[in-house]
């Protein structure tokens, strides 16, 4: 059992030594009703608001009111190429070239744009390998693709699931299932970090294996962009897709990501659902009958940039750029590890993490399950909420809290386990 006094005293002394710790003045926390900061471990659901994502947005409101439709070459950042200004920034959290990225639509509809592209099913290999308890979105996308196709879950779908009485996938697992269905396997889709266990797959030796099984892959990087080093340039994954709002700290709802990879950057023969902003941007506005798309990734852009809801990523993403994602990454590991030992420590057997305790299987979140009954512990969530601990709940049974390393102290964390033995004893 550790001494919380001392534990106190070691998250001054963390956040001291921590070269980051001016980021987080850089963003508004939330408060309760008497005006004090909550502790917000939830940037895994939706990231806090950077204070200059206003300056950004009323940018665009302002010349919009002072330009109206000049804005669009006339603006400060023109609007015509407004998501040009996130390539550079997100290629570099994506590992990524720059025309492999880009900014559009959301998550689940980029989801379909890639598996228009990149899911072209022809028998005998016509199977999606997913894991079974893939997020709700990307599965109802999958199934509907293959009935698009004519094909449907039963048959078609292929769902892999941890070992009996284990929480996570095994790489070799992974890897010895992915051979073992080679023969009909189109495209697996897998998660970079899995959004309930918060386990980080090794995704590169598993789009090896993909890969090598013949398949197409695709990869959901929710939980993953700006939490996690990725590198997908070099691991060859043919399409990745990922949110803003959550550690990319982008706003409700704002505008998502994708990646192709350079190898299909001129693959012009692949079926695409195209509109006038996947058209060569030289002659867009001759506004010609025959659509030819541009080279990367902006050729599957379909409509033209939803401003304003790009502007908050682009305040967010400079963020970004200024703190550095690896120095970001060193905290978070040091950070997590933290919440780890204070957790074991403090709160001996009566929580129990079901994230994968090694740095390179982890991202920033912890998922946790409560020794106590299913009512008692959603109850024990509850308390923590009004203790001024922000993290969230998933039926049924998990309390998910991520230090976000841009905006989180080792005093938030201590200040969390507190509330949490509190909540948890009472
Ligand atoms: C948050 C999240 C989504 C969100 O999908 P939207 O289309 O942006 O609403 C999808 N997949 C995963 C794994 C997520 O965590």
Not at 116 to 135: H, W, Y
Not at 177 to 201: D, M
Not at 324 to 343: C, D, M, P, V
Request: with cysteine; charged share 20%.
């Amino acid at each position: 059992m550790l001494n919380p006094e001392l534990c106190a005293a070691s998250a001054l002394i963390h956040d001291a030594a921590d070269p980051l710790s001016g980021f987080a003045a850089e963003f508004h926390h939330p408060r309760d009703a008497a005006g004090r900061r909550l502790v917000y471990l939830c940037g895994h659901s939706l990231g806090l608001q950077a204070k200059s994502a206003a300056e950004y947005v009323e940018q665009e409101l302002a010349d919009w009111r002072h330009m109206a439709v000049l804005g669009h070459h006339a603006a400060r950042r023109p609007w015509i190429a407004y998501h040009e200004l996130a390539a550079a920034p997100l290629a570099a959290l994506a590992g990524a070239i720059e025309s492999e990225v880009i900014a559009m639509n959301s998550l689940t509809v980029n989801l379909h744009l890639m598996l228009i592209s990149f899911f072209r099913p022809d028998a005998p290999r016509n199977c999606v390998l997913i894991e079974k308890s893939a997020f709700s979105s990307d599965r109802y996308a999958i199934v509907s693709q293959l009935e698009f196709h004519g094909l449907n879950a039963a048959q078609h779908l292929i769902e892999v699931e941890p070992r009996a009485g284990a929480r996570h996938l095994r790489t070799a697992d992974l890897i010895d299932r992915i051979g073992r269905e080679a023969p009909r396997l189109a495209l697996v889709l897998l998660p970079g970090v899995q959004y309930l266990t918060g386990q980080s797959l090794e995704l590169g030796p598993v789009i090896d294996a993909a890969r090598r099984a013949g398949a197409t892959v695709g990869l959901d990087l929710a939980h993953s962009i700006g939490n996690t080093l990725l590198n997908l340039h070099d691991w060859h994954a043919d399409f990745a897709v990922w949110c803003s709002y959550k550690y990319l700290n982008a706003g409700p709802g704002a505008v998502g990501g994708c990646f192709v990879h350079e190898r299909h950057a001129r693959r012009f023969d692949l079926p695409r659902l195209a509109g006038w902003w996947g058209h060569d941007k030289s002659t867009r506005f001759e506004m010609g009958p025959e659509f030819r798309p541009m080279a990367g990734a902006e050729g599957w852009q379909i409509s033209n940039p939803p401003v304003l809801s790009t502007a908050p990523l682009l305040a967010s993403l400079d963020i970004f750029r200024r703190a550095g994602l690896n120095q970001l990454r060193e905290k978070s590991i040091s950070l997590t590890a933290y919440f780890h030992r204070l957790i074991t420590g403090l709160l001996p057997g009566l929580v129990d993490i079901i994230t994968p305790e090694a740095a390179a299987e982890r991202g920033c979140q912890l998922s946790l399950r409560l020794a106590l009954p299913a009512f008692e512990a959603k109850r024990c969530h509850d308390r923590l909420t009004a203790a001024g601990i922000i993290g969230d709940w998933r039926e049924p049974d998990i309390l998910r809290l991520a230090p976000a390393p841009l905006y989180n102290s080792y005093g938030d964390v201590y200040r969390a386990v507190e509330a949490l033995a509190r909540a948890v004893r009472s």
